[in-house]
């Protein structure tokens, strides 16, 4: 988990009940959600799929985490706003909450009072996409407060191309410069009004491209990302290694359809425990891959990711949530709030 603020990265989610909220623009006034609970591996399956209870589950886990830590996780209220604006047909207020709080620390971040400078470059990043992100699907122009930030990123790229990403020990997304580098990728490539073509970004994106050349993806998760970035941005993938991503992760599918996150890495995470390429599959390893195989062309209708479909249609779980065993803590599993978000994407896609 990255930071937006000041606070600690660790401790439990308090349990707590999300407030009546009136969407404004539409009139409709939201009902009063309890917060899901602790997310366990043995939490019932739901009756049936309901991608409508997905979305209440994650207002509330990503509001929570927003209000309670004052910060922007890359577990849950990022992926969060990169996935709520799929369900444009059921309006939320705790999504422009959530959007609120990343825009102002922007317009913060040079005020020059205390808490208000950006603790980490990560945080600069992490702001600066997950805003671009949430144009690119919301009103498909750039926010002039997202323009800032993305700004800012290029300002920080160290002379290799990358960044001094946030690094805990914590696999697949706290854990090395290289996520960091393919993060901004995909949000750059993503954002509207053609950014990417304007000269910051394209002098960023050269040494980006010479970052990406010299270093290969350390995972297969990593890897899968740069695929999804090579369909946004030019150079970064040859045709050939973009087909040979494909076809191992194909591979990776396991036998009821799904695909898990311990299998896309070789990690150790932050209890020591090492992950284990027979895990079961999961809400954020089927998501996340049957979502970038779409994103790279692959047909809704083709054959595995159908399967991918079926499996995330009969694993959701009663709180509307899709479980992920965390790699690093055998107890929080906050990446389960990250997988939600994916299997909403790929659900979407596949329609």
Same mark, same amino acid.
């Given at each position: 988990?990255?930071?937006?603020?000041?606070?600690?990265?660790?401790?439990?989610?308090?349990?707590?009940?999300?407030?009546?909220?009136?969407?404004?623009?539409?009139?409709?006034?939201?009902?009063?959600?309890?917060?899901?609970?602790?997310?366990?591996?043995?939490?019932?399956?739901?009756?049936?799929?309901?991608?409508?209870?997905?979305?209440?589950?994650?207002?509330?886990?990503?509001?929570?985490?927003?209000?309670?830590?004052?910060?922007?996780?890359?577990?849950?209220?990022?992926?969060?706003?990169?996935?709520?604006?799929?369900?444009?047909?059921?309006?939320?207020?705790?999504?422009?909450?959530?959007?609120?709080?990343?825009?102002?620390?922007?317009?913060?971040?040079?005020?020059?009072?205390?808490?208000?400078?950006?603790?980490?470059?990560?945080?600069?990043?992490?702001?600066?996409?997950?805003?671009?992100?949430?144009?690119?699907?919301?009103?498909?122009?750039?926010?002039?407060?997202?323009?800032?930030?993305?700004?800012?990123?290029?300002?920080?790229?160290?002379?290799?191309?990358?960044?001094?990403?946030?690094?805990?020990?914590?696999?697949?997304?706290?854990?090395?410069?290289?996520?960091?580098?393919?993060?901004?990728?995909?949000?750059?490539?993503?954002?509207?009004?053609?950014?990417?073509?304007?000269?910051?970004?394209?002098?960023?994106?050269?040494?980006?491209?010479?970052?990406?050349?010299?270093?290969?993806?350390?995972?297969?998760?990593?890897?899968?990302?740069?695929?999804?970035?090579?369909?946004?941005?030019?150079?970064?993938?040859?045709?050939?290694?973009? +087909?040979?991503?494909?076809?191992? *992760? #194909? %591979?990776? /599918?396991? @036998?009821? !359809?799904? =695909?898990?996150?311990? $299998? &896309?890495?070789?990690?150790?995470?932050?209890?020591?425990?090492?992950?284990?390429?027979?895990?079961?599959?999961?809400?954020?390893?089927?998501?996340?891959?049957?979502?970038?195989?779409?994103?790279?062309?692959?047909?809704?209708?083709?054959?595995?990711? +159908?399967?991918?479909?079926?499996? *995330? #249609? %009969?694993? /959701?779980? @009663?709180? !509307?949530? =899709?479980?992920?065993? $965390? &790699?690093?803590?055998?107890?929080?599993?906050?990446?389960?709030?990250?997988?939600?978000?994916?299997?909403?994407?790929?659900?979407?896609?596949?329609?």
């Amino acid at each position: 988990m990255f930071t937006i603020g000041v606070f600690s990265h660790g401790g439990s989610m308090v349990t707590r009940i999300v407030l009546l909220a009136m969407v404004v623009s539409g009139g409709l006034v939201e009902a009063a959600d309890p917060k899901p609970g602790k997310t366990r591996a043995d939490e019932p399956l739901a009756k049936s799929m309901s991608l409508d209870r997905a979305a209440s589950y994650l207002d509330v886990v990503a509001t929570d985490w927003t209000e309670q830590r004052k910060c922007g996780a890359c577990h849950t209220n990022v992926p969060y706003l990169m996935a709520r604006p799929a369900l444009k047909d059921k309006p939320s207020s705790q999504e422009q909450s959530v959007r609120r709080f990343f825009e102002q620390r922007v317009t913060h971040w040079d005020r020059g009072q205390k808490g208000d400078a950006p603790r980490w470059d990560t945080e600069v990043l992490v702001t600066g996409v997950t805003l671009a992100f949430h144009d690119a699907r919301t009103t498909g122009k750039l926010h002039a407060t997202t323009r800032q930030a993305l700004d800012r990123i290029w300002r920080l790229q160290g002379k290799n191309g990358a960044w001094n990403w946030l690094k805990c020990d914590w696999p697949p997304m706290e854990h090395d410069d290289y996520f960091g580098a393919v993060f901004v990728a995909v949000g750059v490539g993503i954002a509207p009004d053609n950014y990417a073509q304007t000269e910051a970004a394209q002098a960023g994106l050269k040494r980006l491209q010479a970052y990406f050349d010299k270093t290969p993806p350390p995972s297969l998760h990593h890897q899968a990302w740069l695929l999804w970035a090579s369909q946004k941005v030019d150079g970064l993938m040859t045709p050939q290694q973009q +087909q040979k991503t494909i076809a191992t *992760l #194909r %591979a990776k /599918q396991r @036998e009821d !359809g799904g =695909w898990s996150l311990a $299998s &896309l890495g070789d990690w150790t995470g932050n209890d020591g425990r090492k992950s284990d390429p027979h895990s079961p599959s999961d809400g954020y390893g089927t998501g996340l891959v049957v979502y970038i195989l779409r994103q790279a062309g692959v047909r809704a209708d083709d054959p595995a990711l +159908q399967r991918g479909v079926a499996w *995330l #249609r %009969a694993n /959701q779980r @009663e709180s !509307g949530r =899709w479980f992920t065993h $965390s &790699l690093n803590r055998d107890s929080t599993h906050y990446i389960a709030n990250a997988g939600t978000a994916f299997a909403l994407l790929a659900l979407k896609e596949c329609e």
